[in-house]
């Protein structure tokens, strides 16, 4: 059998298998943030599709700026911890273990119940134009503020809260995002990061809020809850971007949050082995591989024909899957059985990336194959 149905642990956590769900924003929860039936439908499909690990969709963390999306779901109060939990006791029964991603928008922000201004660490706006695929925005990105010494509090504080109600719900652990442009990502990113003050500059300058947050949330969680994170080059909006001290400086800043307490490091890009570190001939993926044994989970157009090489190429990786889960909510029995895998049909996730489309979009399907 293929070695991606080996068993695999994080920390005191088991997996059943190596496949993992990438997280995937569906801007279908309640208004009020709370997680809804029919992501409790959405997730559980995963769990029973043989799944051994689901990690959600970002989920913001507090009442001030981390929104980013409308319909995003929270986990920054009593109603949607307890909504959370009913969903995570469904994937459970289906020994399928979930990781909340704890998102905190920054500069990519697009609807937010709480307040019109986004924070971010130098009140730089992303390049290109907002997603519409998670909803219109009206006069395009809007102008965020630069953080001051109250809104690094605020975050921070948004962090810790979201990790003790993430257990609270059940939920095996939380992943941190670093990734994609959001506001930790805009945190090591010499666009999005001008200051001149500790939090930026150099590399290190640049690295020390998220070191902060990891050791924060770590002390939070306590031994037994996973903290991950998740991590790019790449924003949603900018796909050629380069962070300037290239292979060397991610050698560093894997050591760094290693040294930090991260339990595992989560790799994305366009494509999982693109080498596009400036001056440097390895991936994301391959990098953390060479200078450390922390647990990694890789992305990046993973599927059905690369599945087996990966897996002997990484031995000791887990593999993220986004729109080839979205396709089919079963890919790991489907792997495993050999059936047929499809690709993914766009149609499914417009005009919006809601669940109500995705299953209007499925009834049709089964009206025309009948
Ligand atoms: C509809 C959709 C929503 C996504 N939302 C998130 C998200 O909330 N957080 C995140 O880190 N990545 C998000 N991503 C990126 C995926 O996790 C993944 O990195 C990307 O789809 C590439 O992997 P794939 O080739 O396996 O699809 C999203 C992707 C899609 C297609």
Redesign the pocket.
């Known amino acids: 059998m293929s070695q991606v149905y080996d068993d695999y642990s994080i920390g005191k956590h088991s997996l059943k298998n190596r496949l993992v769900v990438?997280?995937?924003?569906?801007t279908s929860a309640e208004a009020d943030g709370s997680a809804s039936e029919l992501m409790g439908d959405y997730y559980e499909r995963f769990a029973e599709g043989g799944f051994g690990l689901i990690i959600t969709?970002?989920t913001y963390t507090d009442k001030e700026a981390s929104q980013g999306y409308e319909n995003q779901p929270g986990i920054s109060d009593a109603p949607q911890t307890d909504a959370w939990k009913k969903i995570v006791s469904r994937v459970h029964e289906h020994d399928c273990k979930m990781i909340l991603?704890l998102?905190h928008a920054g500069a990519q922000f697009q609807y937010n119940r709480f307040t019109d201004t986004p924070v971010s660490p130098s009140g730089v706006k992303p390049k290109g134009e907002p997603l519409g695929?998670y909803g219109e925005v009206e006069g395009g990105w809007p102008e965020p503020e630069e953080m001051n010494e109250h809104h690094f509090d605020i975050v921070m504080n948004g962090f810790i809260g979201a990790v003790n109600r993430a257990k609270e719900a059940g939920f095996d652990g939380v992943e941190l995002?670093a990734?994609?442009g959001y506001l930790l990502n805009e945190f090591l990113s010499d666009y999005f990061n001008r200051r001149e003050d500790k939090w930026g500059g150099s590399l290190n300058k640049r690295l020390l809020f998220i070191e902060d947050v990891i050791k924060a949330a770590k002390s939070a969680a306590g031994d037994d809850f996973i903290v991950g994170i998740?991590i790019s080059q790449i924003t949603v909006t900018d796909p050629d971007y380069q962070w300037p001290e290239g292979e060397e400086g991610f050698e560093h800043i894997v050591s760094k949050l290693v040294a930090a307490g991260i339990d595992y490091i989560h790799t994305?890009d366009t494509a999982y082995d693109r080498k596009h570190l400036k001056d440097g001939d390895h991936s994301l993926a391959e990098t953390v591989q060479h200078v450390s044994d922390v647990p990694l989970i890789i992305?990046?157009?993973?599927d059905e024909d690369n599945l087996d090489d990966l897996a002997e190429q990484f031995p000791e990786a887990l593999f993220?899957?986004?729109?080839?889960a979205?396709a089919n909510p079963d890919f790991a029995k489907r792997f495993k059985s050999g059936d047929e895998i499809a690709d993914l049909d766009f149609a499914m996730?417009q005009p919006k990336?809601t669940l109500e489309n995705e299953w209007q979009w499925r009834k049709l399907q089964q009206q025309a194959d009948s």
């Open positions: 990438a997280p995937m924003t569906r969709e970002g991603q998102m695929l995002h990734a994609n998740r994305t992305n990046g157009g993973i993220a899957i986004g729109k080839k979205l996730l990336a």
